[in-house]
């Protein structure tokens, strides 16, 4: 069986997908005065349940809403996109 390798770009846009930990971190920062975030607790809970999804890409994108996981899992609004359901269960606000 051949290796198969993982793209570089997103499925839906077909943009890179790198990003780095800078941008990452301006995003965040400009997003808590803006919208409603979960406390320190749950957002650890859902970094900790995307780091173990199999659809995780290059540690920061979700593979199947193509959003950066750390942005996603801080606003409370924002659900997992699993296709087999929430892995955020019990990782409520």
Do not use: F
Not at 4 to 21: A, F, Q, W
Not at 27 to 45: F, G, H, Q, S, T
Not at 60 to 88: D, E, F, K, Q
């Amino acid at each position: 069986m051949k290796d198969v390798t993982v793209p570089s770009t997103c499925k839906g846009c077909e943009r890179d997908i790198t990003i780095s930990e800078e941008q990452i971190t301006r995003i965040l920062n400009n997003m808590r005065p803006k919208v409603e975030c979960v406390n320190d607790e749950v957002y650890e809970a859902r970094l900790l349940a995307c780091s173990q999804c199999e659809d995780l890409m290059a540690g920061h994108t979700c593979g199947i809403s193509g959003s950066i996981v750390r942005v996603r899992a801080l606003a409370a609004t924002h659900n997992c996109p699993s296709y087999s359901g929430s892995r955020w269960q019990g990782a409520s606000s």
